[in-house]
């Protein structure tokens, strides 16, 4: 069976001592009340993330992450970081092309293709954002884009580097807007990455891939979302800033 895995991305947003209460509240209602459920993964600034991986250790359902990481190894790059480090930091996955970074920081999908690589050279988990803007839906030309953005990121890899790989579906027009996909839209639309996979590889790579549903998820629409064949998780952003938000969405998937 294929891994759920909700990831709490808190974009830059939290002081270190807010980070820390966080998720020591969250780390004992995930404990208490819904362990085994679902991997939880806590994307904070990278800052935190050393941190929180202590705070984490003995949570076996909990892992930690970067919400970018640079596509080179090491050298003369000011105020990157690189993908060793984040698991010196004791990090396991790190985001790529979350929409923010496409749109502010002009992040292309061959850049992306290479942080892809960068990630999998340490053996961590990249989550691969895709998603379509409300100009390209309302036009009708979202499945080429998320084929151009899957095709481009990912298909340079082998099978057996796709097994560590998570991609996250995030039509733009759904984050942060309160805005979300319904269950129909994302369905049909993880369906159709799914079978891209299954065209590229094969049926059990695509099978076992986990791919998440983000953009305004919350504690009352995440169970019908889970409820979909092919929506294995979320991406959360906002409803990831407060413990109780976050683990009701971990609870929905139980
Ligand atoms: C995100 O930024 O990845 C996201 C899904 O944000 P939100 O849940 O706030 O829409």
């Given at each position: 069976m294929r891994k759920k895995?909700?990831?709490g991305n808190w974009k830059m947003n939290k002081s270190y001592d807010e980070g820390m209460a966080l998720v020591s509240e969250l780390?004992?209602?995930v404990k208490d009340e819904y362990h085994g459920?679902?991997?939880?993964?806590?994307?904070?600034?990278?800052?935190?993330?050393?941190?929180l991986s202590?705070?984490?250790?003995d949570f076996s359902n909990i892992s930690t992450g970067a919400q970018n990481c640079s596509n080179h190894v090491s050298g003369a790059y000011t105020g990157e970081i690189s993908a060793a480090m984040v698991k010196s930091c004791g990090g396991k996955y790190i985001i790529i092309g979350h929409s923010e970074r496409r749109q502010?920081?002009?992040?292309?999908?061959?850049?992306?293709?290479?942080?892809?690589?960068a990630v999998l050279a340490e053996n961590l988990n990249p989550i691969y954002c895709v998603g379509e803007t409300l100009e390209e839906r309302e036009g009708n030309t979202h499945f080429e884009v998320l084929k151009t953005q899957v095709s481009e990121g990912?298909?340079?890899?082998?099978?057996?580097q796709m097994a560590s790989v998570v991609i996250a579906y995030e039509p733009v027009w759904a984050i942060g807007t309160g805005k979300t996909?319904?269950?129909?839209?994302?369905?049909?639309?993880?369906?159709f990455i799914r079978n891209l996979v299954k065209e590229k590889y094969n049926e059990t790579v695509a099978d076992n891939l986990t791919i998440q549903y983000g953009g305004s998820v919350k504690a009352d629409n995440a169970a019908e979302l889970f409820a979909a064949p092919d929506i294995d998780g979320a991406l959360v952003?906002?409803?990831?800033?407060?413990?109780?938000s976050f683990a009701d969405i971990v609870k929905a998937m139980a």
């Amino acid at each position: 069976m294929r891994k759920k895995i909700i990831a709490g991305n808190w974009k830059m947003n939290k002081s270190y001592d807010e980070g820390m209460a966080l998720v020591s509240e969250l780390s004992n209602m995930v404990k208490d009340e819904y362990h085994g459920s679902a991997q939880v993964v806590i994307i904070p600034p990278a800052l935190y993330i050393n941190a929180l991986s202590r705070m984490t250790a003995d949570f076996s359902n909990i892992s930690t992450g970067a919400q970018n990481c640079s596509n080179h190894v090491s050298g003369a790059y000011t105020g990157e970081i690189s993908a060793a480090m984040v698991k010196s930091c004791g990090g396991k996955y790190i985001i790529i092309g979350h929409s923010e970074r496409r749109q502010y920081f002009g992040e292309t999908n061959d850049w992306l293709a290479k942080k892809i690589d960068a990630v999998l050279a340490e053996n961590l988990n990249p989550i691969y954002c895709v998603g379509e803007t409300l100009e390209e839906r309302e036009g009708n030309t979202h499945f080429e884009v998320l084929k151009t953005q899957v095709s481009e990121g990912l298909f340079h890899l082998s099978a057996e580097q796709m097994a560590s790989v998570v991609i996250a579906y995030e039509p733009v027009w759904a984050i942060g807007t309160g805005k979300t996909a319904s269950t129909q839209q994302a369905q049909e639309v993880h369906a159709f990455i799914r079978n891209l996979v299954k065209e590229k590889y094969n049926e059990t790579v695509a099978d076992n891939l986990t791919i998440q549903y983000g953009g305004s998820v919350k504690a009352d629409n995440a169970a019908e979302l889970f409820a979909a064949p092919d929506i294995d998780g979320a991406l959360v952003g906002g409803a990831a800033l407060q413990s109780r938000s976050f683990a009701d969405i971990v609870k929905a998937m139980a």
